[in-house]
């Protein structure tokens, strides 16, 4: 009778820190994401304002009331 060693393999964990260290980058990367959008609309904002406080933009002329007046159905 011969004995057989049994030896127990520990789980690699090569993988496992792979995918935590992958989630932690996406969710780096979707913060980073959301507070460039964030800052973004915020200068667009200040844009807008800009352009309102010179008075062009957007204006309801007559040939714009004549456009709408085509869309009625």
Avoid: C, I, N, W
């Amino acid at each position: 009778m011969t004995k057989k060693s049994t030896q127990v393999k520990e789980p690699a964990l090569g993988r496992r820190q792979f995918l935590v260290g992958a989630g932690a980058g996406v969710a780096a990367a979707g913060a980073a994401l959301v507070l460039s959008k964030e800052g973004a609309s915020a200068q667009s904002a200040g844009t807008q304002e800009q352009a309102d406080a010179q008075g062009k933009g957007y204006q309801l002329t007559e040939h714009v009331k004549a456009y709408y007046k085509t869309l009625l159905v």
